[in-house]
T-cell receptor, first 109, second 117 residues
Framework: KQEVTQIPAALSVPEGENLVLNCSFT??????LQWFRQDPGKGLTSLLL?????REQTSGRLNASLDKSSGRSTLYIAASQPGDSATYLC????????FGEGTQLTVNP | GAVVSQHPSWVICKSGTSVKIECRSL??????MFWYRQFPKQSLMLMAT?????????EQGVEKDKFLINHASLTLSTLTVTSAHPEDSSFYIC?????????????FGPGTRLTVL
């Protein structure tokens, strides 16, 4: 059974800092890995999708990497802003989409 | 593109009533849609996979007679919570994967907040 773990569970940083969120998964037989953002009481917004054959994807200030063999992914956020405050979820697609517990990010002005 | 809507966005009902939640793919077709529930401060838990024109596949521990799923068209799936009780109060989210997409990317609806009194 696939298990997805995200570290840290919560993170508070001052505005402008670069930060890294971590995601690990136990079964490397995945089709892809997605990073999502969820604001309180809202649905999920897809940030980045990395195919199993890819190593990284970039979108603006976000960069996600994937090391399938070691079962790890990182989401790098550059020059963080208060508007980045949200819960970040990673999810891997194997036979189904399996989510991690999320990292709650707070960026302080 | 790839927009998924849900209706209603929130609902409050009395214990014992049934509540229907709609999930629509607005600009794409999907043979498969997924239903999740999310409790406060927790991640999403897959409840069932909704297949167009056939029976839904339920995850272990999810009562199929309690959570009725209908996927009558390529753009609409409905989840009916039958005889709702306070413990069914949760945030319900659907997702869909476009038929034309080959990368299994999931697009999520905005969620429905159900409160059962």
């Amino acid at each position: 059974k696939q298990e997805v773990t995200q570290i840290p569970a919560a993170l508070s940083v001052p505005e402008g800092e670069n930060l890294v969120l971590n995601c690990s998964f136990t079964d490397s037989a995945i089709y892809n890995l997605q990073w999502f953002r969820q604001d309180p009481g809202k649905g999920l917004t897809s940030l980045l999708l990395i195919q199993s054959s890819q190593r990284e994807q970039t979108s603006g200030r976000l960069n996600a990497s994937l090391d399938k063999s070691s079962g790890r992914s990182t989401l790098y956020i550059a020059a963080s802003q208060p508007g980045d405050s949200a819960t970040y979820l990673c999810a891997v697609t194997g036979s189904r989409l399996t989510f991690g517990e999320g990292t709650q990010l707070t960026v302080n002005p | 593109g790839a927009v998924v809507s849900q209706h209603p966005s929130w609902v409050i009902c009395k214990s014992g009533t049934s509540v229907k939640i709609e999930c629509r793919s607005l600009d794409f077709q999907a043979t498969t849609m997924f239903w999740y529930r999310q409790f406060p401060k927790q991640s999403l838990m897959l409840m069932a996979t909704s297949n167009e024109g056939s029976k839904a596949t339920y995850e272990q521990g999810v009562e199929k007679d309690k959570f009725l799923i209908n996927h009558a068209s390529l753009t609409l799936s409905t989840l009916t919570v039958t005889s709702a009780h306070p413990e069914d109060s949760s945030f319900y989210i659907c997702s869909a994967n476009p038929i034309v997409e080959q990368n299994n990317e999931q697009f999520f609806g905005p969620g429905t907040r159900l409160t059962v009194l």
